[in-house]
């Protein structure tokens, strides 16, 4: 069975961090491209950020740029997002989803093959 596990959620106030975790299992993790979904209230899905199956190539939309950092343990079958100076508007449930090649910048669960439960991030101003 497959399994994307996120973790790492939680209330934080603003200017704070929190780092993400999402656990993979089921399947060939090291050969998926991994992103990072969110979803705030009344609004649409959103990319935050991908990396490669390598984890040289770490990709991110403008608004997060210097703030998360995505990175990935082959090893452990995990994907994590460092999350710091976070915003109110950061405010989301954020999502893992794994493809065996990057979906670039798409946010439609239907370009990934596998796509977490999400984890509930909220900054508080």
């Known amino acids: 069975e497959v399994q994307l596990v996120e973790s790492g959620g939680g209330l934080v106030q603003s200017g704070g961090s929190l780092k993400l975790s999402c656990a993979a299992s089921?399947?060939?993790?090291?050969?998926?491209?991994m992103t990072w979904v969110r979803q705030a209230p009344g609004k649409g899905r959103e990319w935050v950020s991908a990396?490669?199956?390598?984890?040289?190539?770490?990709y991110y939309r403008d608004s997060v740029k210097g703030r998360f950092t995505i990175s990935r343990d082959n090893a452990k079958n995990t994907v994590y997002l460092q999350m710091n100076s976070l915003k109110p508007e950061d405010t989301a449930v954020y999502y893992c989803?794994?493809?065996?090649?990057?979906?670039?910048?798409?946010?439609?669960?239907?370009?990934?093959?596998?796509w977490g439960q999400g984890t509930q991030v909220t900054v508080s101003s």
């Open positions: 990396i490669n199956s390598g984890g040289l190539t770490t």
């Open positions: 989803a794994a493809a065996p090649a990057y979906p670039s910048g798409s946010s439609d669960p239907k370009k990934y093959g596998y």
């Open positions: 089921g399947f060939t993790f090291g050969t998926y491209d």
